[in-house]
């Protein structure tokens, strides 16, 4: 992206989810590599501010980009002259009433529509881009009925008549629906129907940006998905790796065109998209449970010890996406637990099948009352033993 590289900066980013997290650090580097020494780095904790733990919340996304991008960050709401602005995960509803009422809302729109400094919106914080915003909590948690909450609308200074829709692949919901930050496909088709004549709906997948140059109004679709245009119920899916024109996606937003832009030619291929915490947890379980099976304590312990270095690259992940640091720290304890296990029983196979071997012999010699002796022995010792067709099997 020309103007990233070069001079001043003027870029706005939307992430669908995954915004401190290991898939988007390299992303999140394009985007500082070209600030000036020094940057004034803002961090933008509204959307969170009311959870108990914002504190928390705060320093770890600071460390995150202190550590993983080389950048300094301070908390605040003086957005104006920032050289780079951050909001993520949250509440859109809660950000936006206090945007709104203050002066963060017009600072934020006049970034976008000078083309100046970077601007990083994401889950949350993205949903409040548009024309209308989705009330995630409400709809999906308190149970309020589908309706749209007015928006930021950062994206009218591009030109774009629509709303953005994080989450847009979300899975986590197992039987039911929860595509589209949520809101499933019935409540999204009727929550369509609503928005004025000519508003899209702009959908970024999880662990996926659209990185939009305000000076040459180039997009990128970087990440693991894609971004979706959708036009009343039809849709044109623009994936990871599509680099095009803003003009392209005005006219995808007007329905007036449906065929997805190629990556012009010789552009280098984007780089393997990283593993996120849920792959990366189910991975390391079938390791785990392959080594059990295989009774080799060492591959398992391997195991457990990939899991264990996940959650550090993933301990300032700030997001609550499927698969998050919680359940990957309960996952981590079952399986040290099991590992113990798994270590006893082979010292214990290192014990039992010697003393198997000496009575299958000893049954072999006639000896059946010292073979039962033996037996009796070893239940004695926790141990049971089983004569089937296959032969003898023992249990703890």
Request: proline share 6%; with cysteine.
């Amino acid at each position: 992206m020309a103007s990233v590289m070069q001079g001043q900066p003027g870029l706005l980013v939307l992430m669908g989810s995954g915004e401190t997290s290991p898939t988007m650090v390299e992303i999140h580097r394009r985007a500082v590599r070209c600030l000036r020494p020094g940057p004034r780095a803002v961090l933008l904790d509204t959307p969170y501010a009311f959870q108990e733990n914002a504190a928390d919340i705060s320093a770890r996304a600071r460390a995150y980009f202190a550590r993983s991008v080389g950048l300094t960050v301070e908390v605040g709401d003086e957005v104006a002259g920032a050289d780079w602005v951050f909001s993520g995960p949250g509440s859109p509803t809660y950000a936006l009433e206090r945007w709104l009422a203050t002066p963060v809302a017009g600072d934020l729109r006049a970034r976008v529509r000078a083309g100046r400094g970077v601007t990083v919106l994401a889950s949350a914080a993205a949903c409040t881009a548009g024309a209308a915003t989705v009330p995630v909590y409400e709809i999906y948690k308190v149970g309020a009925e589908p309706h749209w909450r007015p928006g930021l609308d950062l994206l009218a200074e591009l030109d774009l008549r629509a709303v953005l829709i994080p989450h847009y692949d979300n899975a986590e919901g197992g039987t039911h629906d929860t595509r589209y930050c949520y809101l499933g496909e019935r409540r999204l088709a009727r929550m369509e129907r609503e928005l004025p004549e000519g508003t899209a709906v702009l959908g970024v997948d999880e662990h996926t940006a659209v990185l939009v140059d305000l000076r040459t109004e180039q997009v990128e679709v970087a990440g693991r998905g894609g971004l979706t245009v959708r036009v009343r119920g039809s849709q044109v899916v623009l994936p990871a790796g599509t680099t095009t024109s803003l003009d392209e996606v005005r006219r995808l937003t007007r329905g007036s065109a449906t065929a997805r832009p190629a990556p012009p030619r010789g552009q280098a291929p984007a780089p393997a998209p990283q593993e996120t915490l849920a792959e990366v947890c189910g991975s390391c379980e079938k390791h785990f449970r392959q080594a059990a099976e295989g009774a080799d304590p060492v591959a398992a312990a391997r195991a457990v010890l990939d899991l264990e270095a996940a959650l550090v690259a993933w301990a300032a992940d700030t997001e609550e996406d499927a698969g998050g640091v919680d359940e990957a720290r309960e996952l981590l304890r079952l399986l040290i637990g099991e590992l113990g296990e798994l270590a006893s029983t082979k010292r214990v196979r290192a014990l039992v099948e010697p003393l198997l071997a000496l009575r299958d012999r000893l049954r072999r010699d006639g000896a059946y009352d010292l073979a039962d002796t033996l037996r009796t022995a070893m239940l004695a010792g926790g141990i049971t033993v089983e004569d089937t067709p296959d032969g003898p099997r023992w249990s703890p």
